[in-house]
């Protein structure tokens, strides 16, 4: 016995069909949900503003002031009197101060006397090369002309310097050499002032002004008959022989 099956009851005849339409719809489905859009209600907003102003404002009643107009100005007589002048009032005569040609000055004689004239002293400071009396280092009092006193005064600077030198340890260890140029000022008095150097390096400049500050007190110098002040330079070199 052959079974016979109805064309219309195979259940597989349009499941590709079914499949398609089912995976159509499950697309759709899941691309809304993606696309999906939500906002914020307004209706908060909405009820701020809707705010309704019932304030009645009262308005003040204001009055004029009525002012009374100014009185009209007094009006001119109809007849005018002239009063004459009882007293003679003087004029005041101004001179004038210029003077002329024929104005004679006289000439006002200013008498000095009891009058002290004390001559300012000019503190000019003069170079050492130019100067007329020379300072008198100690030990230079004997010599007689003015050149022998000046190659005496730099030969006692020059021993003074090489008696009280000290070479700075720590520029020793370092081996810092150079030359310091020293210039100080010999006052009126034969005091050194005023000492001024510059070098390669500080402890040496510092060196240095030690050793012109040790000069003694000299005979000062002299130039028109009156003690001067000079300037005299010198340089001190440091050298370290090996």
Do not use: W
Not at 37 to 46: G, I, L, M, P
Not at 87 to 115: C, F, K, P, R
Request: hydrophobic share 35%; net charge negative; proline share 7%.
């Amino acid at each position: 016995m052959e079974l016979k099956k109805n064309p219309k009851a195979d259940l597989n005849r349009n499941s590709g069909l079914y499949f398609v339409i089912g995976l159509t719809v499950v697309l759709f489905t899941t691309y809304t949900m993606l696309e999906y859009k939500s906002y914020e209600s307004n209706e908060d907003f909405a009820q701020v503003l809707d705010v309704q102003d019932d304030m009645d404002e009262e308005v003040p009643i204001t009055e004029m002031l009525r002012t009374a107009p100014p009185p009209p100005p007094p009006s001119a007589p109809e007849v005018i009197e002239i009063i004459e002048d009882v007293e003679d009032v003087e004029e005041t005569i101004i001179e004038s101060t210029e003077s002329s040609q024929d104005t004679y000055i006289e000439d006002n004689i200013i008498s000095l006397d009891g009058v002290d004239m004390d001559e300012a002293e000019e503190d000019i400071i003069v170079p050492f090369a130019i100067i007329e009396n020379a300072p008198v280092f100690p030990g230079c009092e004997g010599l007689s002309s003015e050149a022998e006193r000046k190659a005496c005064f730099n030969s006692k600077i020059q021993e003074h310097i090489r008696a009280n030198f000290n070479y700075p340890e720590a520029a020793l260890e370092m081996q810092i050499t150079g030359r310091v140029f020293v210039q100080f000022e010999i006052n009126s008095k034969g005091q050194v002032t005023g000492i001024k150097k510059r070098g390669p390096d500080r402890m040496l400049e510092s060196e240095a002004e030690r050793i012109i500050s040790k000069l003694p007190t000299m005979k000062p110098a002299m130039q028109r008959g009156k003690p001067a002040r000079i300037a005299y330079s010198v340089p001190i070199n440091f050298i370290i022989q090996s």
